[in-house]
């Protein structure tokens, strides 16, 4: 079961990190969208996709309307990959990735390209963005190989750089986003500062880290058992756990059992 939950876990963090992040909802927000069989960032006026080619990686903009692209940017990848993960402030996000062979690991640095200046910048070393909402993004730092375990902070786009707002838990778990609204899991402690991965308290906030809701506690009842993170959706939380899978029942505000498969 430890080894389901562990690659459960490992897709649903490509899926959020790596593939795409997720958006919030809100007015002419940015969304992603497959243009051009890329997978794009679309207002729905104007859009942005990156195209890898060998050892470089461009990053076109493209006009909805007249269906036309116009290079923006092209970036010598080295060791690194490019995914797209936001645009705010008159800047496209990126998340440059580095798989480390050595030790099985990945670094993540959120980048950022000038729409107008058409300048790459660094903005924040050893974090990922898992979501935005127009100025606002959810960074996410792995604490460990697995990643398990999460630093997870939120931060403002400005037109001088990516302001850290809040940092939410530095030993937790990203859920997902659900209407307009941030879901993560913290472990508990011990007196060392390792976390205890037998429990989990499961929390909400808005995009701007305020009306926090605490929505559930769980422990596992087996000895050494490990409560793994899970998703959001509209009937409530589901999570995985060593004995099997558990949803927090929006409506009864109840855990139950549950096939997260």
Same mark, same amino acid.
């Given at each position: 079961m430890?080894?389901?939950?562990?690659?459960?876990?490992?897709?649903?963090?490509l899926?959020?990190?790596?593939?795409?992040?997720?958006?919030?909802?809100?007015?002419a927000?940015?969304?992603f969208?497959?243009?051009?069989?890329?997978?794009?960032? *679309?207002?729905?006026?104007?859009?942005?996709?990156? +195209?890898?080619?060998?050892?470089?990686?461009?990053?076109?903009?493209?006009?909805? %309307?007249k269906?036309?692209?116009?290079?923006?940017?092209?970036?010598?990848?080295?060791?690194?990959?490019?995914?797209?993960?936001?645009?705010?402030?008159?800047? +496209?996000?990126?998340? %440059?990735?580095?798989?480390?062979?050595?030790?099985?690991?990945?670094t993540?640095?959120v980048?950022?390209? *000038?729409?107008?200046?058409?300048?790459?910048?660094?903005?924040?070393?050893n974090?990922?963005?898992?979501?935005?909402?127009?100025?606002?993004?959810?960074?996410?730092?792995?604490?460990?190989?697995?990643?398990?375990?999460?630093t997870?902070?939120?931060?403002?786009?400005?037109?001088?750089?990516?302001?850290?707002?809040?940092?939410l838990?530095?030993?937790?778990n990203?859920f997902?986003?659900?209407?307009?609204?941030?879901?993560?899991g913290?472990?508990?402690?011990?007196?060392?500062?390792?976390?205890?991965?037998? *429990?989990?308290?499961?929390?909400?906030?808005?995009?701007?880290?305020?009306d926090?809701?605490?929505?559930?506690?769980?422990?596992s009842?087996?000895? *050494?058992?490990? +409560?793994f993170?899970?998703?959001?959706?509209?009937?409530?939380?589901?999570?995985?756990?060593?004995?099997?899978? %558990?949803l927090?029942?929006?409506?009864?505000?109840?855990?139950?059992e549950?096939?997260?498969?």
């Amino acid at each position: 079961m430890k080894n389901f939950a562990r690659g459960f876990l490992s897709v649903a963090l490509l899926v959020m990190g790596i593939v795409m992040c997720t958006t919030f909802s809100s007015a002419a927000a940015y969304k992603f969208k497959t243009i051009k069989g890329q997978q794009a960032l *679309s207002n729905g006026k104007t859009a942005y996709y990156l +195209v890898t080619k060998g050892k470089k990686t461009t990053l076109y903009k493209y006009n909805v %309307k007249k269906k036309k692209s116009a290079k923006l940017k092209t970036i010598k990848n080295g060791k690194a990959l490019y995914y797209l993960s936001a645009v705010a402030s008159g800047k +496209v996000y990126l998340d %440059k990735l580095v798989y480390n062979k050595s030790n099985y690991t990945t670094t993540h640095t959120v980048c950022s390209v *000038s729409i107008k200046k058409k300048k790459l910048k660094t903005e924040m070393k050893n974090f990922e963005i898992r979501a935005f909402s127009g100025d606002y993004m959810l960074c996410v730092k792995c604490n460990g190989e697995d990643c398990d375990v999460q630093t997870m902070l939120l931060a403002q786009s400005t037109k001088k750089k990516l302001k850290k707002i809040k940092t939410l838990t530095k030993h937790g778990n990203f859920f997902g986003q659900y209407k307009d609204r941030i879901y993560y899991g913290e472990y508990p402690v011990d007196s060392f500062g390792v976390p205890l991965k037998s *429990s989990i308290s499961v929390y909400s906030v808005n995009r701007k880290g305020k009306d926090l809701i605490n929505y559930f506690t769980y422990t596992s009842p087996i000895p *050494s058992g490990i +409560v793994f993170g899970g998703y959001v959706y509209k009937d409530g939380i589901a999570f995985q756990t060593d004995e099997g899978g %558990k949803l927090y029942n929006f409506k009864t505000k109840t855990i139950e059992e549950n096939d997260i498969n």
